[in-house]
T-cell receptor, first 111, second 112 residues
Framework: GENVEQHPSTLSVQEGDSAVIKCTYS??????FPWYKQELGKGPQLIID?????GEKKDQRIAVTLNKTAKHFSLHITETQPEDSAVYFC??????????FGTGTSLTVIP | DTGVSQNPRHKITKRGQNVTFRCDPI?????LYWYRQTLGQGPEFLTYFQNEAQLEKSRLLSDRFSAERPKGSFSTLEIQRTEQGDSAMYLC??????????FGNGTRLTVT
């Protein structure tokens, strides 16, 4: 099956700085890569996604990049705000419709 | 779109008891997933339905776990003879084909 690794496990940044979270995956057939934000006591919420035929996607302060050759993808958050503080998960979906999640990154934005 | 609804939000039970959780997916979503999440970990896949058919089960899903999705609408996850190791957040998610998962807020199970 697929194996998704995520780094770092914790990340602290000053408000206004950028945050980068990186993930690698093992199954070259994986074709869809969503990112989720999870706040305390809630389920994960989709924030951005990318398909394997695209190298980069941006939505306001959030961007995701995908390198299929190296099998890694990254989440970039610019101009961070305190409300960005949460746990972020990357995921990879294989051709069998299963989603495999990373172990999460706890992001703290310091005002 | 009222979102994925899970009940109860919290469940405390004694070891050895049976528990049942319910998930109501987004109405037009034909796929429904159950995941388990422990502290500091990402969601771990348990099982997946397409309409009423259970298409895949993880090896994590022991014989004490059973899931159903009668008529392809809501789903239930039952755990029999609960153990302390079953304590976790149980997440339900639904989706359309080739679309992202939409998660509920989970049921937190504590086995004492």
């Amino acid at each position: 099956g697929e194996n998704v690794e995520q780094h770092p496990s914790t990340l602290s940044v000053q408000e206004g700085d950028s945050a980068v979270i990186k993930c690698t995956y093992s199954d070259s057939a994986s074709n869809y890569f969503p990112w989720y934000k999870q706040e305390l006591g809630k389920g994960p919420q989709l924030i951005i996604d990318i398909r394997s035929n695209v190298g980069e996607k941006k939505d306001q302060r959030i961007a995701v990049t995908l390198n299929k050759t190296a099998k890694h993808f990254s989440l970039h958050i610019t101009e961070t705000q305190p409300e960005d503080s949460a746990v972020y998960f990357c995921a990879a979906k294989n051709t069998g419709n299963q989603f495999y999640f990373g172990t999460g990154t706890s992001l703290t934005v310091i005002p | 779109d009222t979102g994925v609804s899970q009940n109860p939000r919290h469940k405390i039970t004694k070891r050895g008891q049976n528990v049942t959780f319910r998930c109501d997916p987004i109405s037009e979503h034909n796929r429904l997933y159950w995941y388990r999440q422990t502290l500091g970990q990402g969601p771990e896949f348990l099982t997946y339905f397409q309409n009423e058919a259970q298409l895949e089960k993880s090896r994590l899903l022991s014989d004490r776990f059973s899931a159903e999705r009668p008529k392809g609408s809501f789903s239930t996850l039952e755990i029999q003879r609960t153990e302390q190791g079953d304590s976790a957040m149980y997440l339900c998610a639904s989706s359309r084909p080739n679309s992202p998962l939409h998660f509920g807020n989970g049921t937190r199970l504590t086995v004492t």
